[in-house]
């Protein structure tokens, strides 16, 4: 019998699209004792950052979801973007969503003529190399999304008189490195710079212009 373990951060799902280096095949008759070991990276990010538009800092928070109708996840990860963007395809392709899926979608699960069109439909996708990449590509990576890293995977078989297979997923240590996104230039930048290059070269100001409107509309 084979199980597998998928290590993911928080906010993302188990998805297909998941590195598979995160994935772990499992042979429950040869192994019965895991181990796995991972270290984590932090994400700090800037203040200012939230204020900026989505096209500028190209990622998404968690809770800025997609407005679609079958986009039903609380909150935002690319995994559950792009699981929701291939539900509305097959729903577009077939009119109904696979059992598997979540329970929201229980109005709308496949009959048998329904399934038998997702079979047909994901084989014919495969046979012409379609990925439907068009229609991910507002899939932004999850701007609270950590860096993880797998440091050690151990499978054996330990003798015991107990009955199943032990996992040990533990994380190394305390994150004692983090990653800091910082915005380097906004809007506010510009006009400092802006006002800096013209009180250099022409010893200007903005009381300077305010000053000239006051001479040019003043009341002689």
């Known amino acids: 019998?084979?199980?597998?373990?998928?290590?993911?951060?928080?906010?993302?799902?188990?998805?297909?699209?998941?590195?598979?280096?995160?994935?772990?095949?499992?042979?429950?008759?040869?192994?019965?004792?895991?181990?796995?070991?991972?270290?984590?990276?932090?994400?700090?990010?800037?203040v200012l950052l939230h204020n900026e538009d989505i096209t500028v800092r190209r990622c998404r928070y968690s809770h800025e979801i997609l407005e679609e109708p079958l986009h039903t996840y609380q909150v935002y990860s690319y995994g559950a973007c792009h699981l929701a963007k291939s539900t509305a395809k097959t729903f577009e392709q077939c009119g109904c969503v696979h059992p598997v899926r979540d329970l929201t979608y229980k109005n709308i699960y496949c009959n048998y003529t329904g399934l038998n069109c997702l079979v047909t439909y994901k084989a014919l996708k495969t046979k012409l190399g379609n990925r439907d990449e068009a229609d991910t590509d507002d899939c932004l990576p999850s701007c609270d999304e950590s860096e993880l890293?797998?440091?050690?995977?151990?499978?054996?078989?330990?003798?015991?008189?107990?009955?199943?297979?032990?996992?040990?997923?533990?994380?190394?240590?305390?994150?004692?490195?983090?990653?800091k996104k910082k915005l380097l230039h906004s809007d506010l930048d510009l006009v400092v710079s802006v006002g800096g290059i013209v009180g250099l070269f022409f010893s200007a100001s903005i009381l300077s212009f305010a000053e000239i409107f006051y001479l040019i509309f003043r009341s002689p």
Do not use: A, C, Y
């Not at 040869?30 to 070991?37: A, G, Q, S, V």
């Not at 499978?155 to 015991?160: A, E, P």
């Open 1 to 46: 019998m084979k199980s597998q373990i998928i290590l993911h951060s928080r906010e993302e799902l188990s998805t297909d699209i998941l590195d598979k280096k995160f994935r772990f095949e499992i042979v429950t008759s040869l192994e019965n004792h895991i181990d796995i070991i991972f270290s984590i990276i932090e994400v700090d990010e800037d």
């Open 149 to 179: 890293s797998i440091i050690h995977v151990s499978k054996r078989w330990v003798k015991n008189n107990k009955n199943g297979t032990f996992v040990n997923i533990r994380m190394n240590s305390l994150p004692t490195m983090r990653i």
